[in-house]
């Protein structure tokens, strides 16, 4: 069998690269002071998390929250299910700003909310943003009395308001109705298609009634949240095809470890590529007493990797083969990830643009060379059998060649890289630094 080549295309007619452009979505300020973040309205993409502990337990809480602004989330979600969580949100903002921690923090409102809000002033001023789930916010004849108490409670406080729609409390009356109407059409859809519509339509309607009541329309998020990775990436298409709302992504339930990592990523970079989503949250299940910062690290990274935002300087390292029996690439490359997490506080502070860097640690001949310049700073480590030489890379340009023992050659290579730093990217003065 022979194949014919493919006609010669022309430089002009070469395929684009790079995400479809930014579905337009009306900007939504939430927050205020340093704190405060700008959803949607061609703002970058924002990072954001919820808590795992029991909101009533304030230091817990405040503890856990000021963990996850440090580790990059620009919101941070809470539960608001009882009168004691309700009673304790006002102490735990005020425990958050002694720590000098200003993130903005949302409340997560099921069932019973439109009355917590109401016997709780104080919570509805902390917060600074409402999630409200039209699913289960009130039942039948309620259930339009307690949203528009939700709502008219965010105007009154001047709060934004997430409409969060979930697969798995989605608005029974509005699924059966659709349901009983695909039933009576002469070409019926199947139950998954009708459920992603009543998704779609119970955050498009109840985001409507909200603007009826009062609330601006840059005061609403919308979200379509489900637990399979197709469905979500259809949902969140059929979404803002129809709304110029600004748009919150998270694939709900994404389970633990690495597959919920995958899940979160593979959705996600589909619907980012498509231009479509303004904030992101990645909703792993931790293990017991597990670190609740990696899914803000993993939301990061994400971004990251498609090129959306850039929050730490990246690492490029081989996977290693046969060529690379030794150990020293993979212990060098993870001292220098180390070392530079350990000092990106201060040095973004004092460098701007320093989260930028790219640093290279290879572990061969075959690519080493090539990948190290192509960083900004790169070693090439020598492979099984080579020549114990290290030459380093900057800008592309071969700088030095180190040699010695890996304490050596790791002590060497990191004052490279602090040299890099504080000679390739201006200094803040102490003034501007300190603001």
């Known amino acids: 069998m022979s194949i014919s080549p493919s006609p010669t295309r022309p430089c002009s007619e070469a395929p684009a690269t790079g995400p479809s452009p930014r579905h337009y979505s009306v900007g939504v300020r939430i927050g205020a002071g340093k704190g405060a973040v ?3 309205g061609g703002a970058p993409i924002i990072v954001q998390s919820m808590t795992n502990t029991d909101t009533a337990d304030v230091a817990g809480t405040a503890e856990q929250v000021a963990a996850l602004a440090r580790a990059g989330s620009e919101l941070v979600r809470i539960t ?14 005020e425990a958050l700003d002694k720590m000098g921690c200003d993130v903005p923090l949302i409340g997560d409102f099921h069932y019973i909310g439109h009355k917590l809000l109401a016997d709780h002033p104080a919570c509805a001023e ?7 789930n039209p699913g289960n916010v009130g039942f039948k004849d309620k259930k339009d009395a307690q949203f528009a108490s939700m709502v008219e409670c965010a105007i009154k406080n001047g709060k934004a308001v997430r409409i969060g729609a979930n697969w798995g409390s989605l608005d029974q009356d509005l699924l059966t109705r659709l349901m009983d109407e695909n039933a009576q059409s002469k070409v019926p859809l199947d139950a998954g298609a009708v459920t992603r519509e009543a998704m779609v339509q119970s955050a498009l309607l109840s985001a409507q009634r909200a603007e009826e009541i ?6 609403i998020i919308l979200s379509a949240k489900v637990s399979n990775v197709q469905d979500l990436v259809t949902v969140y298409r059929m979404l803002a095809q129809r709304s110029d709302y600004a748009i919150h992504l998270g694939l709900t339930e994404a389970g633990m470890g690495s597959k919920g990592i995958v899940a979160s990523a593979a959705a996600l970079g ?4 498509d231009g479509i989503g303004d904030t992101i949250r990645i909703s792993l299940t931790p293990e017991p007493g597990g670190d609740r910062t990696v899914e803000v690290k ?6 990251q ?8 300087p990246i690492v490029a390292a081989c996977p290693g083969c046969g060529r690379t029996t030794s150990t020293l690439f993979q212990e060098m490359a993870q001292d220098i990830q180390k070392h530079l997490v350990s000092n990106m506080a201060e040095w973004r502070k004092t460098y701007p643009g320093v989260e930028t860097l790219h640093v290279a640690v290879m572990g061969c001949i075959v690519n080493g060379p090539g990948e190290s310049k192509a960083a900004n700073i790169g070693i090439s480590l020598p492979g099984t059998g080579e020549a114990p030489r290290c030459p380093v890379y900057i800008d592309g340009q071969k700088d030095v060649t180190l040699e010695g023992t890996y304490d050596e050659l790791a002590v060497a290579f990191q004052k490279l890289v602090d040299n890099y730093v504080s000679t390739k990217y201006p200094r803040k003065t102490a003034e501007v630094a300190n603001k």
């Open 38 to 40: 700008t959803v949607g």
């Open 80 to 93: 608001v299910d009882r009168n004691e969580a309700a009673a304790a949100v006002p102490h735990i903002r």
């Open 126 to 132: 902390a917060l600074a943003k409402y999630r409200i």
């Open 214 to 219: 009062g609330l601006g329309r840059d005061r």
């Open 270 to 273: 589909v619907l980012l590529q």
């Open 298 to 303: 993993v939301a990061q990274e994400i971004l």
């Open 305 to 312: 990797t498609m090129g959306f935002r850039t929050f730490v």
